[in-house]
């Protein structure tokens, strides 16, 4: 029989039947589910141990490597029926060419599945993630997801890597660039937009990615902020901090989720079984498959865990591991392993049926090419209405850190200085991990945004990003003598932050910062554009400027869009999710923080024996939550429904915001609590709900926010998730730093306060 016909009759369910009817995925009443299970058996029936092993092996079309290569015998592989995926082939007809081997050329023909890292965007490049969740926006961040999974399909792809979902606190791991910051409710309803933009209503529509929450788990706090190191944690703080936003793409029904490098406690996280058969699958609920971060298997070796590749493979396939990215371990290893019944065929037979069930799911047995479509890519791929909306996604993802004296919006009449190594760049703008956008001129420079909007201005480079070359500042200063506002594009470039960008300084590059000088020493007026993957420490260059703009790495459209906000077509309304601290040795630092039992603020605190350092204040230099607009706003006294909160109740709080400016303007309206005592100690404050409000000037809104019992729950020491009746202080306001304006109590019904 032909090989596809014969997968085509998989597909009807007409081949024979087997006995095993062992799901790993969620047993499930779901006449469609039922389904696919049963095509997915029919099709393990048929298959052999090194075809079975086959499946569960993942291997890079060469580009694109973040590791060691190994292997660069993909494609001999392909045609033995030896591997399952790729990943980093990307296009419709290169694509199209390899599942043609796969399915033409093996014993099987199962389709393969194209996975690839379309983090913020496939060609039409978004802001960075940590960019985009600044705009507090979900439905915003979903449909950009969904932009990018549009595009990523049309060019044959079906699966990315996609959304790191690391809380971080710790400004030095270049990876915050990919994350949705520091908060884990704010980070959780990011990952489930993000989710559900990549994934869309059902994987078979031909536009829908599978996703994949990564880095599972805790990669975020790397100690000392150094990629790939080691994470010792509380089992406490895991739970309640870095863990619920898996839990929360896990139930937006994340396809799969990628290991993470680290170990967590000594034990690895790819041969972590506690974390991925316990969590992840037990508790959590995941029914998709899991899949290695880049080699990870083969660094259990290094990481002193596994005795040699073969005991790694193991660990990891034990564990619950179902594929192997780029490690080659399965492929060598495995059969090996199994003669030696160090793995059960049982587990093997399990990883094989959660992979092909989501290759069932995405209609690839229906139709392998259904996703390799030239007419569809050329039509999607960076069109114009893509474009106009990465354009909004950056205007919205932009966060105004000053505006002393109205320096901003630029005013028309201006002659303007564009100055500093990225104000006419087209290559770092896009950033780090961005997919197939173009380094080569697609992107929209800050310059060319000047240009498209007839401003009145002069450009010169005046410096590099690094060196130390100093010819181009005479004629910097020279022009920023001339002009009426000198606007400077400075920051890092791409490849500081990202995978492998850990920083131990986290300032602008040197030379960047004495060309800042030299233009502040002309006395012009002075804007700072930033592009940056992280915080920074910009505590001088807070002093020198009048106004400064983050503008993170835009994207294709970044130079329109920060003309627009330059120029006031855009007012800002940003608000960081990570805190920006004064130097790098308040890191890790973060809103959400303990009290101790030495606060400076305490009553009658010793002014010396208190937390606090000696060189520099606790606080950050931008805290989270903060962002300016051009206009202004003014929060009421909030009111509650009521002074107590009882079990099954709701606590309503309603405050008025009035834009009391003078532009029309946006604002995140953000809801803090403290529990002022519990069990375990409690944060100082907590972020429980915001929302993103439109006023027109002279415009007064009333906020409404409700709260639950269930919105106070946290973890206490034996780790139950629970209420405990008590106090809380809470405020309404722009930005995390606020004092408490209001306090409630909390009645449970089965503690000395009951009902
Ligand atoms: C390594 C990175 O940690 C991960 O995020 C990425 O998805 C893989 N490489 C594949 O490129």
């Not at 990883?351 to 069932?360: G, T």
């Not at 001088?540 to 106004?547: F, K, Q, R, V």
Request: charge should be negative; aromatic fraction near 10%; hydrophobic fraction near 35%.
């Amino acid at each position: 029989m032909h090989k596809t016909l014969k997968i085509l009759c998989i597909g009807l369910g007409l081949a024979s039947m087997t006995s095993c009817h062992n799901t790993t995925y969620k047993e499930t009443q779901d006449p469609a589910e039922q389904e696919i299970s049963r095509k997915v058996d029919s099709v393990l029936s048929l298959m052999t141990l090194q075809e079975k092993i086959g499946q569960t092996v993942l291997y890079s079309s060469i580009e694109d490597v973040t590791g060691p290569t190994l292997d660069t015998n993909y494609m001999n592989y392909l045609k033995n029926g030896e591997i399952g995926a790729i990943f980093n082939a990307t296009g419709s007809s290169f694509t199209r060419e390899l599942q043609k081997i796969a399915v033409e050329e093996t014993r099987l023909g199962i389709p393969l599945l194209f996975g690839y890292d379309v983090i913020h965007g496939y060609k039409t490049i978004f802001p960075i993630p940590l960019g985009e969740s600044a705009s507090w926006d979900m439905d915003l961040m979903e449909k950009s997801a969904r932009v990018a999974a549009e595009e990523a399909t049309a060019a044959g792809l079906h699966w990315t890597f996609a959304p790191m979902v690391d809380i971080s606190r710790d400004a030095r791991w270049g990876r915050v660039a990919e994350g949705g910051g520091e908060d884990t409710y704010l980070g959780s309803l990011i990952a489930k937009a993000r989710v559900k933009g990549f994934q869309g209503e059902d994987l078979s529509d031909i536009n829908t990615l599978l996703a994949c929450a990564k880095h599972y788990a805790a990669y975020g706090a790397a100690q000392a902020g150094r990629d790939y190191h080691t994470v010792d944690m509380s089992e406490l703080s895991l739970r309640e901090y870095y863990l619920p936003p898996f839990q929360a793409a896990v139930d937006a029904d994340v396809a799969t989720v990628m290991t993470a490098f680290n170990e967590l406690n000594g034990v690895p996280a790819t041969g972590n079984s506690y974390l991925l058969k316990d969590v992840l699958r037990d508790q959590m609920g995941f029914n998709g498959f899991v899949v290695t971060d880049y080699t990870s298997i083969n660094e259990m070796v290094p990481h002193g865990y596994a005795r040699d590749l073969q005991h790694a493979g193991e660990m990891a396939m034990n564990a619950g591991v179902d594929m192997d990215l780029q490690g080659g371990v399965y492929k060598d290893y495995l059969k090996k392993s199994l003669d030696e019944k160090n793995v059960d065929m049982e587990r093997l037979d399990q990883a094989v049926r959660n992979i092909l069930r989501l290759k069932f799911k995405l209609g690839l047995f229906e139709d392998p090419y259904r996703y390799s479509n030239e007419e569809l890519e050329t039509e999607v791929v960076l069109s114009e209405e893509n474009l106009a909306f990465a354009r909004e996604v950056a205007q919205k993802s932009m966060v105004l850190l000053k505006n002393d004296k109205q320096t901003l919006p630029l005013k028309d009449n201006q002659k303007i200085a564009l100055i500093g190594p990225l104000a006419a760049d087209e290559f770092h703008i896009i950033g780090n991990w961005s997919g197939r956008g173009d380094r080569d001129g697609t992107a929209v420079s800050i310059k060319e945004g000047f240009e498209a909007q007839n401003k009145t201005f002069t450009y010169v480079k005046g410096s590099e990003i690094t060196g130390d070359d100093r010819s181009g500042f005479q004629s910097a200063v020279n022009l920023a003598k001339q002009s009426d506002v000198a606007v400077l594009v400075v920051g890092e470039s791409e490849r500081m932050s990202g995978e492998a960008a850990s920083r131990t300084n986290i300032r602008i590059p040197e030379i960047q910062r004495e060309l800042i000088k030299a233009v502040k020493a002309t006395g012009t007026p002075l804007v700072l554009v930033l592009y940056n993957g992280r915080p920074l420490n910009l505590v001088e260059e807070n002093e020198m400027a009048d106004a400064m703009l983050e503008a993170w790495f835009p994207g294709t459209s970044g130079g329109h869009a920060v003309t627009d906000v330059l120029y006031g077509r855009y007012n800002p309304a940003g608000k960081l999710t990570l805190t920006f601290p004064r130097n790098v040795g308040q890191v890790p630092i973060h809103y959400n923080m303990k009290n101790t039992g030495r606060p400076q603020d305490l009553e009658g605190a010793h002014p010396r024996y208190v937390s606090r350092y000696i060189d520099v204040e606790n606080a950050p230099l931008f805290p989270f939550g903060y962002g300016l607009s051009y206009t202004s706003f003014n929060y009421s006294q909030p009111q509650l429904s009521s002074t107590t909160l009882r079990d099954g109740e709701k606590l309503t709080i309603i405050t008025e915001v009035t834009n009391t400016g003078d532009y029309d303007g946006e604002e995140v309206v953000q809801l803090y609590i403290k529990d002022r005592f519990g069990s375990v100690t409690r944060p100082v404050k907590e972020l429980k709900a915001f929302q993103k409000i439109s006023l027109k000037k002279g415009e007064t809104q009333k906020v409404s926010f409700e709260i639950s019992v269930d919105d106070l729950k946290f973890y206490n020491r034996d780790l139950e998730f629970v209420n405990e009746a008590g106090q809380y202080d809470l405020f309404v306001a722009g930005s995390s730093d606020h004092a408490f304006t209001n306090s409630f109590e909390l009645k449970m019904r089965d503690t000395q306060n009951n009902l």
